[in-house]
């Protein structure tokens, strides 16, 4: 194995040129755009990461902790339910869960109404966990956003929601992903 670094990533510009050169049929104006958000996603992932970790709980958990609090009190749902809102297999779910019931941040337990079905539950530790990491995303969101006027922010969120349900519309069953990632 080498020591060598890989070498940087190209500047967006460098990369739109590169796209270019390679593909000339290429709208640059829209490759900055596609290209600018999938940067921005993939870096605001790695940043939400970093944070999660400092809690002690995975990116992986914090989508299950936020789809519980999405869910409305008292933050119950099927593991079912749960895979499919998360694009996830349910053999992938139920380790996820698994997981979080060891660490004390959601309960499972057979639903007393059906005994067949199994309810997860965000526990107190688990809302906690959500809640700090809220705390810290929103710091982190503040500085991302601090030098846009508030109706700088209010057109990007407009247009960033025409674009999201544009690809909605055109592919619904993308919600989740193409494969697990635990």
């Known amino acids: 194995m080498s020591d060598t670094p890989s070498p940087p990533e190209p500047s967006l510009d460098e990369?739109?040129?590169?796209?270019?050169?390679?593909?000339q049929d290429l709208d640059p104006?829209?490759?900055v755009v596609v290209s600018a958000l999938s940067r921005l996603n993939r870096r605001m992932n790695v940043a939400y990461g970093r944070q999660t970790a400092t809690l002690g709980i995975s990116n992986a958990e914090w989508e299950v902790l936020k789809a519980l609090v999405l869910a409305g009190r008292p933050y119950r749902m099927g593991p079912s339910e749960l895979a499919k809102r998360l694009g996830l297999t349910p053999a992938a779910m139920t380790h996820r869960i698994d997981r979080m019931v060891a660490e004390g941040l959601v309960t499972r337990e057979r639903d007393e109404k059906n005994r067949v079905r199994v309810i997860v539950e965000l526990t107190d530790e688990g809302r906690g966990k959500w809640l700090e990491a809220m705390r810290m995303a929103s710091v982190f969101e503040e500085d991302l956003l601090q030098d846009l006027s508030p109706a700088e922010r209010g057109a990007l969120g407009q247009?960033?929601?025409?674009?999201l349900r544009r690809v909605e519309e055109a592919q619904p069953d993308a919600g989740g992903r193409l494969t697990d990632l635990d």
């Open 15 to 23: 990369q739109i040129a590169i796209y270019q050169r390679e593909f």
């Open 29 to 31: 104006q829209v490759e």
């Open 159 to 163: 247009m960033l929601t025409r674009l």
